[in-house]
Each structure stands twice: as C-alpha cells, then as structure tokens.
C-alpha cells in the first residue's frame, strides 16, 4: 500500500491510498478514523478524482460520523464504567 496524496481539510487528516488497483481514502481526527475503500473502479485511480468526491456534503457527514463514533465511544464506557459516586474536588486548606 502507499499514499498518492492527501487532501486538505482544517480538521481532518485526508490520505488516500492505493495498493494494486484498490483506493482508500482515510479521515482522521485525533481520536477516530474511518476509511471509504473505493474499490477498483477507474474512476478513482487519479487523486483529482477522488478531491471531487469529497464535496462538502460528503465531508460534513465524515465529520458527523466521527462524531457519531465520539458519543457510541462515550456511551460504551458509562455502560461497562457508571460513576458511582460524585466527584468532588480535593480538599485544599
């Protein structure tokens, strides 16, 4: 696999990569990512391609699914870890 590029983004890291004929097209956050495998389709063997199918529509529903994984992620862990009790702040005198 190797990259054939990365598109800009303010808040997202965008690479794309190529291995054999197969495109993948990578976003990430700081803390999630999720990878679009474009397959083998011709169409997307060039990055100037691919930059056009990352309209503004299609990056603002990646951002809403990082966040989506953000609050499943949140929600997993009051599940297996519910706080008991109250957090208080440390006694300073």
């Not at 004929?21 to 976003?27: A, D, H, L, N, P």
């Not at 990512?33 to 299609?58: C, M, P, S, V, Y």
């Not at 519910?82 to 300073?92: A, D, G, L, R």
Request: aromatic share 8%; hydrophobic share 40%.
């Amino acid at each position: 696999m190797r990259i054939i590029g990365q598109i800009n983004h303010p808040s997202l890291k965008i690479s794309v990569f190529k291995n054999e004929q197969r495109v993948s097209v990578k976003f990430e956050n700081p803390f999630y990512e999720i990878t679009w495998k474009l397959g083998n389709d011709e169409r997307f063997q060039h990055l100037e391609n691919i930059e056009q199918l990352l309209d503004e529509t299609a990056l603002q529903e990646v951002q809403s699914q990082l966040q989506q994984l953000h609050s499943s992620r949140l929600a997993a862990m009051a599940r297996c870890f519910p706080s008991t009790e109250e957090q208080e702040f440390e006694v300073i005198i």
